[in-house]
């Protein structure tokens, strides 16, 4: 039995993680973690919580229950905290927010090798987009010249998107991309070209009406390669890949960024 320790309960996908785990004959909430129902027992905070567990309003204090790993859906600037201090009580750590720095992975994977623990950290945990992921760096290795495109909620604070920085971050890792003419020699607004990013160029858009996609566009001369993933107002997709993660992050040491990490692709 796996104990888990989810902190950002009462979110989009805290709140359907809570049935699925309750669902699942492998797994257990042992401590759920929101600063606005602090004290409540979780039924009142989630409909079909438990009405024995009393949400904790802080993971420092949620992690006082012995749990296994830690699920964290909260925010950006807080969840490098949460995963430290998770690690250094000897937790596995699945990290679903976004928003987080290439030197805040570097510090988590460097705490979670040096106490023997594992940490999966996603972007995006639906299917589909892993497999864009995939389809990108694949077409990387043919294709010279590539810009990325993300779209979210006018509301969403990060930008760009944890997707959008996973999927500059693999890019990187195969090649850097040609530019057909340099940023720096724009003449206007160099600011237009968008933000550049592990050597992409990253376009955010914010605007109501989308929940979350991601297109990445690959341009040759006469031939142009679009792959897009879209995300709908559900978060069944996300809850799905989450709980593969939690079973298979207590199977190795440090940092791994992606579903794909732990599917056989």
Known sequence: MIRVCLAGVTGWV????????????DLELAAAVSRGSAGKPLSEAVAGGASTLIVSGSVAEALAAPSDVLVDYTAPEAVRSHALEA???????????????EEDFAAIDAAARERGVGVLAAGNFALTAVLLQRFAEIAARHVPQWEILE???????????????????????????????????????KEARGAHLGGSQVHSV??????????????????????????????????????????????????????DTILEL
């Open 14 to 25: 805290g709140r359907d993680l809570v049935g699925a785990i309750a669902s699942a004959p």
């Open 206 to 259: 914010r605007l109501p009406g989308f929940i979350s996609s991601i297109e990445i566009l690959f341009g040759m001369r006469d031939e142009r390669l679009s792959i897009r993933h879209d995300s709908s107002s559900g978060a069944a997709p996300y809850v799905a890949g989450t709980l593969l993660a939690v079973r298979r992050v207590p199977g190795f040491v440090g940092l791994r960024r992606g579903l």
């Open 151 to 189: 779209y979210a909620k006018a509301s969403k604070p990060d930008a760009p998107s944890g997707t959008a920085r996973e999927l500059a971050a693999r890019l990187a890792r195969i090649r850097p991309p040609e530019i057909g003419h340099s940023i720096d020699r724009t003449q206007g607004h």
């Open 87 to 101: 690690i250094r009580r000897g937790r596995h750590v699945v990290i679903g927010t976004s928003g987080l720095r």
